[in-house]
C-alpha cells in the first residue's frame, strides 16, 4: 500500500520517511510518549518539523526541509499537515490526516468531506465510468448542484477530491457543469481549482454548457453523447426494474412505455425503479404503470416548485367535455411528448443549430372552457406533474428582471420531468408593437427572447389565452400544437351538468338537467360553480338535490356574471331564480 502511495503521488525516499514519522502515533500511541520526550515537552506528543527531519537523518539546515515546503508532493497532494504557523518552522507540528491513515490500514470509504457531493452514475457519467474501467480506474462522481451550495469550499473540496482519486486510483467526473455557481467569475474558480488540484488525474466533466477555455490551461476534447432511443430506454428500465426487484419482470417494456415521456438518466431510472419495486411489494402486487410514474415524479427536484405551483393531476380524459377536434389536438400534443426523442432527435425532423426538443401548445378559448383542466389532463396521460407559472412573480417593471425570471423558469422546467403551464399567456407572449417610446422597445426585447428561447427550450410547455389574436404570430408560428376551446352546445352543456353533478350527490325527482343544458349558456367553469353551489344548498336543507335548488344556483352565478336573469332563460322556475 505505501509503494503504490509513494508511486501515485510521486514522493521520494524521504518524503516516505517523513510520512512514516508522522504518522507513527496514528498506528502506535506509544509513539507519542517518545515524541513528547524527544520534544523536551511531554504535552507536545507529535512530531515538530525540526524532529521529523532529524529523524530521518536531516538537520533543520539541509534542503530536506523543503520537502515539508506548501508546495512539495507531501502538502500538495494532501498527505501531510503542518500546524501552527504561528510557530518558527521547525517548531511545527506535523500530522497525517486521518483519511491518509485509513488508506494506509487498507479502509476503502472516500473522505466524510466528500460524502454531501458525491453523485451516482447517470448517462454522461456512465460513459465517463466506462471509459475509466477501460484504463483500470474507477469513476468518482461529483454532483456540480451539491458542490454549488458549498461555494466556500469550493478549493478544499477540489484538494479532497483529487487526493481521494489518487488513493484509490480513480478518475474524477464532475456535472453538470451548469449546475455550478450562476456567476461566471466563481464557475471559473471551482473548474480552475479542480483542474490545478487534479494535475495528472484524469478528469471528466459533462453537462449543456460548452467549456469555457479560461477554466483551465489544458483544452479538453468535447464528446457530443446522443439522446438514448426508445429502445435503449426501454432497455434500460428493464435492467433497472430487474435490477431493483432481483428478478426479470415480464411488463418491463409495457411499464417503459408508461414513462416514454420522461427524460431521466440512468441514475435517475435506477432510483425511480427502486422505489417503483419497493412501493408494490409494500402492497403486495407487481409493478404497475402507476408506482412508477410515481416513482418518476419523485426524481424533480424543488427547484421550478419555488417558480411555479406544483399541481399534482387527479383527472383523466373521462372527466373532459370536448369537442372531438380539440379532443385529438391534445392528443396529439402527448404523442409529440413521447416521441419527441425519437421524431426530433434521432430523425433530426427540427434541424438548425440551437434548436430544442421541447413541445409547446396553444390552448385558446374562453375563460371557463376547459382550458388548466385539459392540461392537467395531458400531465396526467403522460405521468407528468403540472407547474403554473405565476405571472405576477414573473412580469417585472425594472428592464431585463422579468427575462431573468423567465430564463430561471425555463431552466429548471428543462431539468424537470413535468408540464409547464403559462395561465393568461398573452400577458407575456402578446403581440409586439410599434415602437414609440423606451416601453415599446423594452417590450419588444422581451418578445424576442422569448421567441429564441422557446426554439431552445427541451420541456413540454402549454399556454393559455383567452383571446388568439392576441398572441403574436411569431410565437404561433413555433406552436407544435393549438387547440381550440369553444364554448359548450347544448350536448356538452348537459354532459357537463352530469358529470359535475356525480353520482354521489342525492337528487330528488323533479331534477331536470336537460332543461338546465337547453336554456342556461355557461361555460363549463360556471357550470361547476353552479353545481356546487347547488351542493352546498342541498347539504344545508338536509334534503334532496331539487330543481329549485340548481335553479338558484344558475341564478346566483347569473348575477356573479353580471347577466339578467330572464323569464326566457328561466321559464318556470323565473320565481324561484328570483326567490320568491
Not at 100 to 119: F, K, N, Q, R
Not at 271 to 280: D, K
Not at 524 to 546: N, P, Q, W
Amino acid at each position: 500500500m505505501l509503494g503504490l502511495l509513494a508511486r501515485d503521488f510521486g514522493l521520494s525516499p524521504l518524503d516516505v520517511d517523513l510520512l512514516l514519522v508522522a504518522v507513527a502515533p496514528d498506528l502506535d500511541a506509544r509513539f507519542e510518549q517518545l515524541y513528547g520526550y524527544l520534544n523536551d515537552d511531554l504535552t507536545r506528543r507529535r512530531p515538530t518539523v525540526g524532529l521529523a527531519l532529524e529523524l530521518c537523518g536531516h538537520g533543520g539546515m539541509s534542503p530536506g526541509r523543503f520537502q515539508l515546503a506548501a508546495g512539495a508532493p507531501l502538502l500538495a497532494g494532501g498527505l501531510l499537515e503542518v500546524l501552527e504557523p504561528e510557530r518558527p518552522p521547525l517548531s511545527r507540528v506535523v500530522t497525517v490526516p486521518d483519511r491518509i491513515t485509513a488508506h494506509l490500514l487498507g479502509e476503502g470509504m472516500p473522505d466524510a468531506s466528500l460524502l454531501p457531493v458525491l453523485g451516482e452514475g447517470g448517462a454522461p457519467e456512465g460513459l465517463a465510468g466506462a471509459a475509466l474501467r477501460e484504463a483500470g480506474r474507477r469513476a468518482l462522481v461529483l454532483d456540480a448542484a451539491a458542490l454549488a451550495q458549498r461555494p466556500a469550499e469550493l478549493a478544499s473540496t477540489a484538494a479532497v477530491a483529487a487526493r481521494e482519486a489518487r488513493l484509490t486510483g480513480a478518475g474524477i467526473v464532475l456535472g453538470p457543469l451548469e449546475a455550478l455557481p450562476d456567476q461566471p467569475s466563481e464557475r471559473a474558480r471551482a473548474l480552475r481549482a479542480l483542474c490545478t488540484a487534479a494535475a495528472g488525474v484524469p478528469l471528466f466533466t459533462y453537462g449543456s454548457t460548452s467549456w469555457d477555455p479560461v477554466w483551465a490551461t489544458a483544452t479538453p476534447v468535447t464528446l457530443a453523447v446522443p439522446t438514448a432511443s426508445p429502445e435503449q430506454q426501454a432497455a434500460r428500465w428493464r435492467q433497472a426494474l430487474e435490477r431493483a426487484g432481483g428478478a426479470a419482470v415480464p411488463e418491463a417494456e409495457a411499464l417503459a412505455r408508461a414513462v416514454a415521456a420522461h427524460r431521466l438518466d440512468s441514475g435517475q431510472s435506477r432510483r425511480a425503479a427502486g422505489a417503483a419495486v419497493r412501493t408494490a411489494a409494500l402492497a403486495g402486487r407487481p409493478v404497475g404503470p402507476d408506482d412508477l410514474r410515481d416513482a418518476v415524479r419523485a426524481q424533480n427536484g424543488a427547484g421550478l416548485a419555488r417558480l411555479a405551483r406544483r399541481v399534482v393531476p387527479a383527472v383523466g380524459w373521462d372527466d373532459l367535455v370536448l369537442p372531438a377536434r380539440t379532443r385529438d389536438e391534445l392528443r396529439e400534443l402527448a404523442v409529440r411528448a413521447r416521441h419527441r426523442d425519437q421524431v426530433l432527435g434521432q430523425w433530426g425532423m427540427r434541424p438548425g443549430g440551437g434548436r430544442g426538443h421541447g413541445v409547446i401548445a396553444l390552448f385558446a378559448g374562453p375563460s371557463g372552457n376547459g382550458k388548466t383542466m385539459s392540461a392537467e389532463v395531458v400531465a396526467a396521460d403522460l405521468g407528468m406533474d403540472l407547474y403554473v407559472v405565476d405571472l405576477s412573480t414573473v412580469i417585472d417593471k425594472y428592464v431585463g428582471e422579468t427575462e431573468k425570471n423567465l430564463e430561471r423558469i425555463f431552466t429548471e422546467a428543462s431539468a424537470v420531468n413535468a408540464v409547464l403551464l403559462f395561465d393568461e399567456a398573452d400577458a407575456i407572449f402578446g403581440k409586439r408593437s410599434e415602437v414609440k417610446d423606451a416601453h415599446d422597445r423594452h417590450a419588444n426585447i422581451e418578445s424576442a427572447y422569448l421567441l429564441q428561447r422557446m426554439e431552445s427550450f427541451d420541456g413540454i410547455a402549454i399556454l393559455t389565452t383567452n383571446l388568439r389574436a392576441n398572441v403574436d404570430e411569431a410565437f404561433t408560428r413555433r406552436l407544435d400544437v393549438v387547440a381550440e376551446f369553444p364554448v359548450p352546445d347544448r350536448a356538452q352543456r348537459l354532459a357537463l351538468w352530469e358529470r359535475c353533478l356525480n353520482g354521489r350527490v342525492p337528487r330528488d325527482g323533479d331534477l331536470d338537467l336537460g332543461f338546465c343544458g337547453d336554456r342556461f349558456e355557461l361555460s363549463g367553469g360556471s357550470i361547476r360553480a353552479c353545481a356546487v353551489t347547488a351542493a352546498y344548498l342541498s347539504a344545508a336543507s338536509g334534503s334532496r338535490l331539487t330543481m329549485g335548488q340548481v335553479v338558484t344556483a344558475v341564478a346566483r352565478e347569473y348575477r356573479k356574471l353580471d347577466r339578467l336573469v330572464l323569464e326566457s332563460e328561466f321559464g318556470p322556475y323565473l320565481a324561484e331564480a328570483n326567490g320568491r
